[in-house]
């Protein structure tokens, strides 16, 4: 009987680890979509932003984001980070809207667009987004992101 309780802990960790593993492997990453931007203040070199942004959680369970930050690369150089202004909660199967602060370089972004050719328009352009999200509880304290892609200059 003493070996029998004395294996109750391991159990019961063994359990909760599974557990954690099965948590996890159903977990969908947010989505995330831009709402409204702000200009706050600008010079030629940078620009401070206040966006708008929309969280969608496909998940069963709620998000209760803590912090929010990324870095966005277009051609390789860093144009954008931003980091969340406050922290939030996305509901289960819900959306939510949160502000962000950003710094951007559009004038260096620019200067190497137009270093690659007289009309760079209908170019392919890439870029690449990566980050993490921090929640405040749960398993995972942190979902890191990144997104790599192209647009085309209109």
Request: glycine letters at 8%.
């Amino acid at each position: 009987m003493r070996a029998i309780i004395g294996c109750a802990p391991a159990l019961c960790a063994a359990a909760l680890l599974l557990g954690a593993c099965a948590l996890t492997s159903k977990f969908t990453p947010p989505t995330l979509s831009v709402v409204d931007v702000q200009i706050q203040s600008s010079d030629l070199w940078e620009q401070h932003l206040k966006v708008r942004m929309r969280v969608q959680n496909p998940n069963d369970r709620r998000l209760p984001v803590k912090a929010l930050e990324y870095t966005m690369e277009v051609e390789g150089q860093q144009f954008a980070s931003g980091e969340s202004a406050a922290s939030f909660i996305v509901p289960a199967l819900g959306e939510a809207e949160f502000d962000m602060n950003v710094t951007a370089n559009l004038a260096g972004t620019l200067i190497q667009l137009l270093g690659r050719g007289s009309d760079p328009r209908g170019q392919s352009v890439a870029y690449r987004l990566s980050g993490k999200i921090a929640l405040s509880e749960g398993l995972m304290r942190s979902i890191p992101f990144e997104e790599r892609g192209t647009f085309r200059l209109q």
